[in-house]
C-alpha cells in the first residue's frame, strides 16, 4: 500500500509539472503575440526587410541561430512600442511585469519573467551598439525559456496571429 501511495504521490507531482509548464508556455504564447503586434509599424519605421520575418517566425526554435543585428532593432522598437524599456534601453521593471500580467501571467511569474531579462541584460554591459546588445538579451532570454522548458510553438503563435488579422 505505501508502494503504491508513494506512486500516486509521484504520478501527481509529475502531472503538476506538465501542467504548469504548458500553462506557462500558454502564457509565453500569449506575451508572443502580444509583443509582435508592433512587428509591421516598426519593420516599416526601421525600413528593414522581409528577413526580419524570417527570424521572428524562428525565434523559438533552439536550433534557429539569430545572428542579424537588424533583429535586435526590431525587437528594442517592439518593446518600445509597449513601453518596456526605459531612456536608457533597459527593461522597465514595472511596466514588463504589467505586460505578462496582461498577457495571464501570475504576479510570480510576471516577476520571473522580468527578473530572467534583467540577468540577460547584466551579461551584456560590455556591448554598446543598442541593436546588438538587445539581440544578445533576447537570445540569452530564449535560452533560459528552453531551459523551462516554456517555449511556445511557432506553429501555434502563427496560427494565433493569422487568426487575428
Avoid at 508592433?38 to 526580419?52: R, V
Avoid at 505578462?100 to 516577476?111: F, I, R, T
Avoid at 538587445?134 to 522548458?149: A, G, M, Q
Wanted: proline share 1%.
Amino acid at each position: 500500500m505505501a508502494l503504491f501511495c508513494w506512486r500516486l504521490l509521484f504520478a501527481a507531482g509529475v502531472l503538476s509539472l506538465a501542467q504548469g509548464t504548458l500553462a506557462s508556455q500558454e502564457i509565453m504564447k500569449k506575451l508572443t503575440t502580444g509583443f509582435v503586434k508592433a512587428m509591421e509599424e516598426c519593420k516599416a519605421e526601421l525600413n528593414l526587410g522581409d528577413h526580419i520575418i524570417q527570424d521572428f517566425m524562428n525565434y523559438w526554435r533552439e536550433e534557429y541561430e539569430l545572428l542579424n543585428r537588424d533583429t535586435g532593432c526590431a525587437i528594442m522598437c517592439m518593446a518600445s512600442k509597449h513601453d518596456l524599456i526605459t531612456e536608457d534601453m533597459k527593461i522597465h521593471h514595472e511596466n514588463a511585469h504589467e505586460f505578462a500580467k496582461s498577457h495571464g501571467a501570475d504576479d510570480d511569474l510576471a516577476k520571473q519573467l522580468v527578473q530572467m531579462i534583467h540577468d540577460c541584460e547584466k551579461q551584456f554591459t560590455d556591448i554598446t551598439d543598442d541593436c546588438s546588445k538587445t539581440l544578445e538579451i533576447s537570445k540569452c532570454f530564449r535560452t533560459k525559456i528552453h531551459e523551462l522548458k516554456w517555449a511556445p510553438s511557432m506553429e501555434t503563435i502563427l496560427e494565433e496571429l493569422m487568426t487575428e488579422t
